[in-house]
């Protein structure tokens, strides 16, 4: 079975500054994906960023940026220039590569406060 | 807007009583997930469907259940309620065709109180 892990309850950022929020992973596959979903105060799911498990470039999107470490299974999330909107619960969340039966399994998420 | 609806928004009902959730795929997508997000249980994946059939199931309690329709909607139907099934559920999905493993894209969710 896989997991992960945040073992990060809670990080504040001032606004402005990088914060890295760090997620661990476990699994005994070589297939997979790795995402990071943010989930403001609103409650709505939303997608920050994706990184396939055989690409050894790490994504980028914007301001947010992974560091993704396969064989340390790490996979962490940098926000550069934090804003007042990123503040929210990140979750990280891993998927096997195996066609249609692709369910996610999440850490307990961490919760961001973004400071003016 | 991820484009995956769902209704309704919240719900509030009574022990032993029975519900209906309903959401709506992006269009083009042929898979939906449903996910609960508790408290005490974090988000937890519950039943996949493709195209109609039942791909996946975890941590789904038998007095709930789905279906996915032949216009690609999905309904969770919770039954005989208790207390501890008040949560937020979250209906997911995404393209899963072709045998390739894609991004899920999450409705807005259905709060749900038991009372």
């Known amino acids: 079975a896989q997991t992960v892990t945040q073992s990060q309850p809670e990080m504040s950022v001032q606004e402005a500054e990088t914060v890295t929020l760090s997620c661990t992973y476990d699994?005994?596959?070589?297939?997979?994906?790795l995402f990071w979903y943010k989930q403001p105060p609103s409650r709505q799911m939303i997608l920050v960023i994706r990184?396939?498990?055989?690409?050894?470039q790490n994504a980028t999107e914007n301001r947010f940026s992974v560091n993704f470490q396969k064989a340390a299974k790490s996979f962490s999330l940098k926000i550069s220039d934090s804003q007042l909107g990123d503040t929210a619960m990140y979750f990280c969340a891993f998927t096997l590569y195996t066609g249609a039966n692709s369910k996610l399994t999440f850490g307990k998420g961490i919760t961001l406060s973004v400071r003016p | 807007d991820s484009g995956v609806t769902q209704t309704p928004k919240h719900l509030i009902t009574a022990t032993g009583q029975r519900v209906t959730l309903r959401c709506s795929p992006r269009?083009?997508?042929?898979?939906v997930y449903w996910y609960q997000q508790s408290l005490d249980q974090g988000l937890q994946f519950l039943i996949q469907y493709y195209n109609g059939e039942e791909r996946a199931k975890g941590n789904i309690l038998e007095r709930f259940s789905a279906q996915q329709f032949p216009d690609l909607h999905s309904e969770l139907n919770l039954s005989s309620l208790e207390l501890g099934d008040s949560a937020l559920y979250f209906c997911?999905?995404?393209?899963?065709?072709?045998?390739?493993?894609?991004?899920?894209?999450f409705g807005p969710g259905t709060r749900l109180t038991v009372l």
């Open positions: 990184q396939e498990a055989y690409k050894q």
């Open positions: 699994t005994s596959e070589n297939n997979y994906y």
């Open positions: 997911a999905s995404s393209v899963a065709s072709g045998g390739k493993t894609d991004t899920q894209y």
């Open positions: 269009s083009g997508d042929l898979s």
